[in-house]
């Protein structure tokens, strides 16, 4: 079975035809019917689209079709209320600074439903920025949209994520180190460190930020 003909079984389970599928996801017409295979730009939107949908057995075949149920708040799909479409604003904040605190989670119910901001590219949620370790690129205060990511795939090092650990959440750019990830700040004052992959609980990579100039 071909990566398109598991994802036609996984729309048959949940009881959405393709074109619908396709106006809603930002596919275009006639992506998942074509014989070529999905590119990776349309996987992204499938991952983004699909929140319950093991990506793992949809490009490998293995495991179960549909992820556990205990999935992070970070993954949830938008939600619509009426023709309005929304992403949740996560109540905590992401350190920009060093780790410090335990962990904390959140249901999808205890976060605020936002209106899309359509000018930022396609992102999951919000969530404001503390401290001043990010300055002067992001400012305490800031809030930041996020994309959720497979970290087991494909990272942008680099690229500005927040990574939600056993700690707590942070705001860093991001490089490989071995089993580690090196979290490094725009503001020199601060040092660099590592976090242990297998402390990091998710990833997401920062693509807008929402300022309040100062007058």
């Known amino acids: 079975m071909t990566t398109k003909e598991r994802f036609i079984e996984y729309l048959k389970i949940k009881g959405i035809g393709q074109t619908s599928f396709e106006e809603s996801s ?8 074509q014989k070529s295979g999905f590119s990776a730009n349309s996987i992204e939107k499938i991952a983004i689209a699909c ?5 793992d057995w949809l490009i490998t075949g293995n495991g179960e079709i549909l992820k556990s149920s205990h999935t992070n708040i970070i993954a949830k799909a938008p939600m619509e209320y009426g023709k309005e479409q929304t992403r949740p604003r996560v109540p905590l904040t992401a350190a920009a600074g060093s780790l410090s605190g335990d962990s904390i989670g959140v249901t999808l119910e205890q976060c605020e439903q936002m209106p899309l901001i359509h000018q930022i590219p396609s992102y999951d949620f919000t969530m404001f920025i503390k401290g001043d370790s990010m300055s002067p690129r992001f400012e305490s205060g800031d809030e930041i949209a996020c994309r959720h990511i497979d970290q087991s795939r494909f990272i942008q090092w680099g690229k500005v994520h927040v990574l939600d650990t056993t700690q707590g959440f942070v705001i860093k750019r991001v490089y490989e180190d071995g089993d580690k990830i090196r979290c490094v700040s725009y503001n020199p004052e601060y040092s660099d460190f590592s976090v242990p992959k297998e402390d990091i609980l998710s990833m997401s990579l920062v693509v807008g930020v929402v300022s309040i100039m100062e007058m």
């Open 26 to 33: 930002g596919l275009s017409r006639g992506a998942i019917s």
């Open 51 to 55: 929140p319950d949908l093991n990506l």
